[in-house]
């Protein structure tokens, strides 16, 4: 693409720049953005359990616990929604006694059947007595 700059003095200058569209021809692996292989999705804590719904893209093994949250597992057959739902240990119940309202820090594993990498996802949630 031929270019002409003019400057205040009158003086001119010409370049010729190479110019290529970008996206076309083969993706970059690197450069593509996928969905991570677990998400969570909501929550919810009625009657002093916690229900949580996590999105998986895979077939594998789902592990969830945190601070003051007892420990689950989960068989996971297909991609789609899953439904958990958890108790929280002594502690964690004084606590919420104690004070009401405690912050929550989820962990949220997943193990693939097939190859691939296992993954892990933090969220922290305020929950409310």
Do not use: E, W
Request: aromatic share 2%.
């Amino acid at each position: 693409m031929a270019t002409t700059l003019i400057g205040q003095n009158g003086a001119q200058k010409s370049a010729t720049i190479p110019v290529t569209v970008a996206g076309c021809g083969a993706v970059n692996a690197s450069r593509t953005r996928t969905r991570p292989p677990v998400a969570l999705m909501s929550h919810r804590f009625p009657r002093g359990v916690l229900h949580l719904r996590i999105r998986v893209l895979a077939a594998g093994r789902l592990s969830v616990g945190g601070t003051d949250l007892r420990t689950g597992y989960h068989r996971v057959k297909r991609a789609g929604v899953v439904s958990l739902s958890l108790r929280l240990r002594r502690a964690g119940l004084a606590a919420l006694q104690r004070r009401r309202r405690i912050a929550l820090k989820v962990r949220v594993g997943f193990i693939p059947a097939r190859k691939g990498r296992s993954t892990v996802r933090r969220a922290t949630m305020q929950i409310k007595a």
